[in-house]
């Protein structure tokens, strides 16, 4: 038997504003221990209890065009090697997402187990994980669709929620009698005293052959515009790409309202959709009040992070990516800074981050799309200062990588090399800069610059020019397969 983890990589994040954005969500952050939200989920299945000859496989991740990159670069990272990455072309919430990733795995050869989770979610109690995926694992190799029910520990209104029904004959799981909606205060009161009732974290198991038969089933409309999709798919670099005006054509749905909300607790089988507690310490950090819940508190109950000071401050969150953050007589309170933005709130009105985010989308603010450092392929780069018709970028460059062989119209170039040797494509000629040496590129030339080292390339560029949009840039070749080429 294979067991195949599916990562489900989409998602903005946006009540984690400002250090989550469009372009480098919260899924990617390194908000507790070592590692990215991502890095974790794909790594946390390693130790999985397994028998019977059963292997685990590298994780398929389902994930957005706009981070592509970031993606394969931090699974390498945690030397995560040879995971598909499928491309969604749009969102269409969880449903057809994973109905490409069962097509996948069973495009392999195989009819895996797949595990599927959310790739922003904390847990803490790995262990306490691993045996409740162990018994999902179990029940779903017979045929049954699985999802986990996080033990509830509060009157949460922000989660669906399980009702449990009768035990299963075999194993610690449980039929799912059915699934209920986010619940109002009082609801949600009365399901933590009944005791019945579990979060619904979103975690699934079932066999890529069982999903497949039930979606087809319960929404084919789905299953149909998904498999067009997937039959007319490309291969892009190390990127699965499925048709884009098939896979739009699919209806948005979620994988409990397709499948699992209609079979719970129904025909002669009652458990066909089975539910295995889960007791591990779950947090889908979704707001900044769930960081200050799961982080290590100082003896105000404060959680601070980066270089904060505080005084006379309790309950609160303050959080630094680099700049000094002193705190003063606060009680209850959020801080965020990051280099562009800082977000100061009350944590009991956190939940309206969503609202502040939304208003800074419609005033068309860049603060809600990319941080001031902003992550490339070839490395990465940092607008350090801007006026009126200048730019001052600092540009890091990885061992062999390059950036497009490009031209802009509006601006024109000067580099000056930090540390590292540039190989420099500027019209007909190339060059090699090497630190301390600069050169100049001028306006619509045709210019690249390289890292032919083995050490990264660091440099200081000055733009100038009427216009120093990123949209100024017209590629005529690049490594990455990028859009404009």
């Known amino acids: 038997m294979i067991v195949q983890p599916v990562i489900l990589c989409g998602g903005s994040g946006t009540r984690l504003w400002p250090l989550s954005r469009e372009q480098y969500p919260k899924q990617l952050l390194r908000l507790c221990g070592d590692h990215s939200m991502l890095q974790a989920t794909a790594l946390r299945l390693n130790n999985l209890p397994l028998t019977d000859g059963a292997r685990l496989v590298p994780p398929i991740l389902v994930g957005n065009e706009e981070y592509r990159f970031l993606m394969a670069q931090q699974l390498q990272a945690v030397g995560v090697r040879h995971a598909p990455l499928i491309l969604e072309p749009c969102g269409r919430n969880t449903a057809p997402a994973v109905t490409l990733a069962a097509m996948h795995a069973l495009g392999e050869g195989d009819d895996p187990v797949l595990v599927v989770m959310p790739a922003d979610h904390v847990i803490q109690d790995v262990d306490a994980f691993l045996g409740a995926v162990a018994e999902g694992v179990r029940l779903a190799a017979g045929g049954r669709l699985v999802t986990l029910?996080?033990?509830?520990?509060?009157?949460?209104?922000?989660?669906?929620?399980?009702?449990?029904?009768?035990?299963?004959?075999?194993?610690?799981?449980?039929?799912?009698?059915?699934?209920?909606?986010?619940?109002?205060?009082l609801t949600a009161a009365a399901y933590l005293q009944d005791g019945g009732y579990l979060w619904n974290a979103g975690i699934f198991v079932f066999k890529a052959s069982v999903w497949l038969e039930n979606i087809r089933l319960c929404r084919p409309d789905i299953a149909e515009a998904v498999e067009v999709a997937y039959a007319g798919r490309l291969l892009d670099v190390d990127f699965m790409r499925p048709a884009k005006a098939d896979f739009e054509r699919s209806p948005s749905d979620s994988i409990d309202y397709a499948v699992l909300e209609r079979l719970a607790g129904s025909g002669e089988d009652s458990g066909a959709v089975a539910v295995v507690p889960l007791n591990a310490r779950w947090s889908d950090l979704g707001?900044?009040?769930?960081?200050?819940?799961?982080?290590?508190?100082?003896?105000?109950?404060?959680?601070?992070?980066?270089?904060?000071?505080?005084?006379?401050?309790?309950?609160?969150?303050?959080?630094?990516?680099?700049?000094?953050?002193?705190?003063?007589?606060?009680?209850?309170?959020?801080?965020?800074?990051?280099?562009?933005?800082?977000?100061?709130?009350?944590?009991?009105?956190?939940?309206?981050?969503?609202?502040?985010?939304?208003?800074?989308?419609?005033?068309?603010?860049?603060?809600?799309?990319?941080?001031?450092?902003?992550?490339?392929?070839?490395?990465?780069?940092?607008?350090?200062?801007?006026?009126?018709?200048?730019?001052?970028?600092?540009?890091?460059?990885?061992?062999?990588?390059?950036?497009?062989?490009?031209?802009?119209?509006?601006?024109?170039?000067?580099?000056?090399?930090?540390?590292?040797?540039?190989?420099?494509?500027?019209?007909?000629e190339v060059l090699m800069v090497t630190e301390n040496q600069s050169t100049y590129i001028p306006l619509g030339t045709v210019h690249r610059l390289e890292n032919p080292g083995k050490v990264p390339l660091e440099i200081i560029e000055i733009q100038s020019g009427s216009y120093l949009g990123e949209d100024d840039i017209v590629r005529f070749n690049d490594n990455y397969g990028r859009s404009g080429t």
């Open 287 to 428: 707001a900044w009040s769930a960081l200050w819940e799961i982080g290590e508190k100082d003896g105000q109950h404060n959680v601070l992070m980066g270089d904060v000071l505080a005084v006379d401050t309790h309950d609160t969150l303050a959080v630094s990516e680099g700049r000094l953050v002193a705190c003063v007589g606060l009680e209850g309170m959020v801080v965020v800074e990051t280099p562009d933005a800082v977000l100061v709130a009350d944590k009991a009105k956190i939940q309206s981050v969503k609202e502040l985010v939304a208003l800074l989308k419609g005033s068309q603010r860049s603060e809600t799309q990319s941080h001031r450092k902003v992550y490339r392929p070839w490395g990465w780069y940092d607008s350090v200062d801007r006026g009126q018709r200048f730019q001052v970028k600092h540009i890091v460059v990885a061992p062999g990588a390059a950036l497009s062989l490009q031209m802009h119209h509006h601006r024109a170039e000067h580099w000056v090399v930090v540390s590292g040797t540039a190989r420099v494509t500027r019209g007909e």
């Open 149 to 185: 029910g996080v033990r509830a520990t509060s009157p949460e209104t922000g989660y669906g929620y399980i009702q449990v029904g009768e035990a299963l004959a075999e194993g610690a799981g449980f039929a799912v009698a059915k699934f209920v909606e986010k619940p109002d205060a």
